[in-house]
């Protein structure tokens, strides 16, 4: 699963406290004849640079700030393109991951190429996914699909770029369009990485354990190295009152990894059993 980037495995000890910042929406009972809940988001049109406002490193605002009046009076599309890169890496190492794919966008607009729309769409999902306010997450799930939908057009079969355009849509006021679209994954893919984890989440946020138990056994039988997977099987496991399988589970966790976070989280899960 890449992005990302997308997913701390845990904050805090007995709360999965990163499900909560999902769209609160029920996923399935049989694959989705459940209700959904969604509260209403609409893109704002304001320019990604008023929608946050986080400082900026001291030791950082010079380097950007020269950058940036390079970027204004550079001619060269090529040019423009490595400092928009440059910019754009300085910003992720700041965490503004907005920033960061406001400037790729505008190497793309300039570019016009399937890997500079597929970079901005990508930056826009990284920022999309760390996302807290309303309005923020609907712009920046807009411009995710803007641009990976570009690339979406020209190839179809990128199911991981239609799994990150589906995850946008589950966040918005039409959720069951995603939830719609992982399920066209993992039909046209039965062993999707990210269709399988995508589902298993939600089902786990919609408070259905044992369905989403299900989605992370198969997640693993086929991607054993996935530790977000394995973790939140457990998790699944313990929340569905499987405590046995919950607990060979957590074990199975704490021979995968020496990550002292994931190490507590689980030791605080097995305690508990």
């Known amino acids: 699963m890449k992005k990302s980037q997308i997913i701390i495995l845990i ?10 910042s999902l769209p609160r929406v029920v996923v399935d009972n049989d694959e989705g004849d459940a209700p959904i809940e969604s509260e209403e988001a609409q893109a704002s049109s304001k320019p990604v640079e008023e929608l ?9 605002r010079e380097a950007l700030t020269s950058l940036a009046s390079q970027l204004e009076s550079e001619g060269n599309k090529e040019k ?8 754009a890496s300085l910003y992720t190492q700041i965490g503004k991951f907005d920033s960061a794919a406001f400037f790729l966008e505008q190497s793309a607009i300039r570019l016009e190429t399937l890997e500079s ?5 990508n930056a826009y999902y990284e920022a999309f996914t760390f996302a807290l306010n309303e309005e923020k997450i609907a712009y920046l799930a807009d411009k995710t699909r803007v641009y990976l939908n570009k690339v979406l057009e020209k190839d179809p079969k990128r199911l991981d770029l239609k799994t990150k355009v589906a995850m946008t849509y589950v966040s918005s006021s039409n959720p069951m369009q ?3 679209m992982l399920r066209e994954i993992l039909e046209e893919d039965p062993t999707n990485e990210d269709g399988l984890y995508n589902m298993g989440v939600l089902s786990m946020q919609s408070g259905q354990y044992k369905r989403a138990a299900e989605r992370f056994e198969e997640l693993v039988r086929y991607h054993p190295d996935n530790l977000q997977g394995q973790f939140y099987l457990g998790v699944s496991y313990f929340e569905s009152k499987q405590n046995n399988k919950a607990k060979k589970q957590f074990q199975e966790v704490q021979r995968m990894t020496t990550d002292p976070m994931v190490l507590a989280s689980v030791e605080s899960y097995l305690d508990k059993l």
């Open 52 to 60: 946050h406002d986080a400082p900026i490193p001291a030791e950082a």
């Open 11 to 20: 904050i805090g000890v007995i709360s999965i406290g990163v499900l909560f």
């Open 80 to 87: 423009f393109a490595v400092l928009a890169d440059t910019l």
């Open 178 to 180: 995603g939830i719609t």
């Open 117 to 121: 729309l597929e970079k901005t769409g």
